[in-house]
């Protein structure tokens, strides 16, 4: 197992964390009162520290291996991953390589078995129902921005450890489309077309339904340009 199977191809340590999507410039565009609460909400917003009394769920492996049957009985082709933990905090248990979830995911690296899950589940029947739906073609390719990456949140020393730390999160950022087109959630989400906008709304709205977390361009200025999927405390849904 070498490091590139958590990292998605990246040294595991400096993944999506440190190949910023926000300019900062951006953020001296924008108004005090915004910069103030975008600095608060990194990944994962500031309203949702863990709840009082949430737990993370216990890892065992009975339970591993009953998540792992669950992802095959969705038709997911996994590699269970060795558990890794790290000195700054970070760590990667429970966590699933995912070989072949019927459309082919860019970037990905380790996630944790508990996020795999929904995840594959929103591949598997949200992407395509909603692409038939709204926009009458196939999503033959998903562009992530990576799942396990360890950082703080916002990138930013001293914050609380990102849910991508634990590999419990995935970023996604575009849709390839069979008829050549790409949906970008930068472009698509505030663009001029309708379907490609409710599209976009429809599959974060899914995913609300199957994640504890999500977050996109309407959460705050730093996921202009993805939606952030995890597993940690919740429900979260923007
Ligand atoms: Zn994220």
Same mark, same amino acid.
């Given at each position: 197992? /070498?490091?590139?199977?958590?990292? #998605? ?7 999506? #964390? ?22 608060? +909400? !990194? ?8 709840? @009082? ?13 009953? %998540?792992?049957?669950?992802? @095959? ?14 000195? /700054? ?12 979830? !019927? ?7 380790? &996630? ?6 929904? =995840? ?10 909603? +692409?038939? *739906? ?13 799942? =396990?990456? %360890? *950082?703080?949140? /916002?990138?930013?020393? !001293? ?8 590999? /419990? +999160? &995935?970023?996604?950022?575009?849709? *390839?489309? @069979? $008829? ?6 930068? $472009? ?12 976009? *709304? ?5 995913? %609300? #339904?199957? =994640? ?5 361009? $309407? ?7 993805? =939606? ?5 405390? !919740?429900?979260?849904?923007?």
């Amino acid at each position: 197992m /070498n490091a590139a199977d958590y990292g #998605g191809g990246v040294s595991s340590l400096v993944p999506a #964390g440190s190949r910023r999507r926000f300019p900062l410039r951006r953020h001296r565009l924008l108004p005090g009162l915004l910069v103030v609460l975008t600095a608060l +909400a !990194g990944c994962i917003p500031s309203p949702r520290a863990p709840r @009082r009394g949430w737990t993370p769920p216990i890892e065992t492996p009975e339970r591993f291996r009953q %998540c792992l049957a669950a992802l @095959r009985a969705e038709g997911a082709q996994v590699e269970a991953l060795a558990d890794r933990r790290f000195d /700054n905090g970070c760590s990667a248990t429970s966590a699933v390589k995912l070989v072949a979830i !019927g459309i082919p995911v860019t970037n990905l690296g380790a &996630v944790k078995c508990g996020a795999a899950l929904p =995840f594959v589940r929103w591949v598997r029947q949200d992407v395509p129902t909603m +692409a038939q *739906r709204w926009l009458g073609s196939d999503v033959v390719r998903i562009e992530s921005f990576g799942s =396990f990456a %360890c *950082r703080p949140v /916002n990138n930013q020393a !001293g914050n609380r450890l990102s849910e991508h730390g634990r590999a /419990n +999160a &995935v970023d996604i950022a575009a849709f *390839r489309l @069979r $008829d050549g087109r790409r949906i970008s959630v930068r $472009d698509g989400w505030n663009g001029d077309d309708q379907q490609v906008r409710g599209f976009l *709304r429809a599959l974060h709205k899914a995913a %609300c #339904g199957r =994640f504890s977390v999500v977050l996109g361009p $309407d959460a705050n200025a730093l996921h202009h340009d993805h =939606f952030h999927f995890d597993m940690g405390s !919740g429900p979260y849904c923007r």
